[in-house]
Structures are given as C-alpha cells and as structure tokens.
C-alpha cells in the first residue's frame, strides 16, 4: 500500500516542480513542526509548556517603527484639520 523505489521518485519529482527548490526548505520545516505539535498534543502532557521567546527582525522593527509614524502623522492631520 505504501509508495516504494521507482514511486518515491516520481513523487520527490512532482513535489519538486510543484514548489520549486527554493521552497522545499521551508516545506521541510513546517512539515517538521506540523508533526512535532501533533505529537505533542498527542501526548497530552499536563505539564505547563515552556514559552518560546520569539526574537523581533530588524525589518519587523522598521514596520512597527514606520506604521506608528503614520497613525502619528494622520492623527495630526486629523486634528489640523479639525481646527480648520
């Protein structure tokens, strides 16, 4: 029931030109968490889970940096043109 030789291949080949060689890394790696929280949740540990400390890009920065300079920009706006 379960693919062998020649039918791995095919598929690795499909996969390949479906989503491209620069995307097969990240395929891989989301694939890998998909089953790593499956089977934790499988598990059913009762024990509290640890919190990831996500660390802000530089890019992520800029964003949050730039849109809090536009909602200052149009809230003065908004009050120039209020007094208007």
């Given amino acids: 029931m379960f693919p ?5 291949i095919l ?5 390949l ?23 934790e ?12 400390v996500i660390e802000e890009s530089t890019e992520d920065a800029e964003i949050r940096e ?3 300079k536009l909602a200052e920009a149009k809230a003065k706006k908004e009050s120039a043109q209020d007094a208007e």
């Fill in 11 to 15: 598929i690795l080949i499909v996969v």
């Fill in 41 to 52: 949740g499988m598990e059913g540990d009762d024990a509290p889970e640890e919190t990831e």
């Fill in 17 to 39: 030109v479906i989503f491209g060689p620069k995307n097969l890394p990240k395929l891989g790696k989301s694939l890998g968490k998909t089953v790593k929280n499956i089977r």
């Fill in 4 to 8: 062998k030789g020649m039918e791995w």
């Fill in 66 to 68: 730039l849109e809090a």
